[in-house]
Nanobody, 125 residues
């Protein structure tokens, strides 16, 4: 099974920066789009940014110009550089992707959808 682990969250002041990482183990997402979502208390989960296997990127309007998504397939890691952070960016940030892994129980390779456990980002005013 594949595990996605997010890291890099924390407490930062308005205008500060953080870099989040999403690392996969037990499989690879090099051939798939990886997406960052976030969810603030009382709100629905919303798309932040995604990056395709070829490196094309897409951002939610409120993140354009402030956030940058990138990937290092050799490290099985996707990054989210967040600059000029605002209090409204406070949320739990999750990564999501399809990934290919070897299933011992089935004796072949499988592709499934995976989510990380999330990392908290808090921006103080």
């Amino acid at each position: 099974q594949v595990q996605l682990v997010e890291s890099g969250g924390g407490l930062v002041q308005t205008g500060g920066s953080l870099r989040l990482s999403c690392t996969a183990s037990g499989g690879t997402f090099s051939g798939y789009t990886v997406t960052w979502f976030r969810q603030a208390p009382g709100n629905q989960r919303e798309l932040v940014a995604n990056i395709t296997s070829s490196g094309s990127t897409n951002y939610a309007d409120s993140m354009k110009g402030r956030f940058a998504i990138s990937r290092d397939n050799a490290k099985n890691t996707v990054y989210l550089q967040m600059n000029s952070l605002k209090p409204e960016d406070t949320a739990v940030y999750y990564c999501n992707t399809r990934a290919r892994y070897y299933s011992r129980s089935r004796g072949n390779y499988q592709v499934d959808d995976f989510w990380g456990q999330g990392t908290q980002v808090t921006v103080s005013s």
